[in-house]
């Protein structure tokens, strides 16, 4: 592929925010849902888009989950602006493949190169691999993503 050579160097850092309650415990005091979980996800997706416009020079990629995660990712999308967002949903209607998603997002940061915008927020929905048919487990949380 010939995009991997061009970002030799890659950081994933990592947000955990599970909603609905579901990790209450002596460090996490209350649950929160819905609204409280898109105004915590768009306060920080939207400092990292604001970190991308003023570093100019990366690119952050934002995985989204929740047990409404298209909901969540649309409504965090609606709230930030990112320049590309892939909803499980939408993927699925369109029968895209994997393939066809990674290179949307590699066309998006050619055509923005191209006009020397190095930089820019791309937002997934978690487990978006299980609406376009990937098998296996996801790399960050191991959740089997599809069991067709």
């Given at each position: 592929?010939?995009?991997a050579?061009?970002?030799?160097l890659?950081c994933?850092?990592e947000?955990?925010?599970l909603?609905?309650?579901t ?7 209350m ?7 898109t105004?915590?996800?768009?306060e920080?997706?939207?400092?990292l ?6 570093a100019k020079?990366t690119?952050h ?10 909901h969540?990712?649309?409504e965090?999308a609606l709230?930030?602006h990112p320049?590309l967002?892939?909803i499980g949903?939408?993927v699925?209607?369109k029968k ?5 998603c990674?290179?949307?997002?590699v066309?998006?940061?050619m055509e923005r ?13 978690c487990?978006?691999g299980?609406w376009v048919g ?14 067709r």
């Amino acid at each position: 592929m010939r995009f991997a050579p061009l970002f030799s160097l890659c950081c994933l850092p990592e947000c955990i925010l599970l909603v609905y309650g579901t990790q209450r415990n002596q460090h996490v005091e209350m649950s929160f849902g819905f609204d409280t979980a898109t105004k915590v996800y768009s306060e920080l997706t939207g400092n990292l888009g604001l970190d991308a416009i003023s570093a100019k020079k990366t690119f952050h990629f934002v995985r989204l989950m929740g047990r409404s995660a298209s909901h969540i990712t649309l409504e965090v999308a609606l709230q930030t602006h990112p320049n590309l967002t892939l909803i499980g949903e939408e993927v699925e209607a369109k029968k895209q493949t994997l393939a066809q998603c990674v290179n949307a997002m590699v066309e998006l940061i050619m055509e923005r190169g191209k006009l020397g915008k190095n930089y820019g927020l791309i937002i997934l929905v978690c487990w978006w691999g299980r609406w376009v048919g990937v098998q296996g487990a996801c790399g960050w949380c191991g959740r089997v993503v599809c069991e067709r």
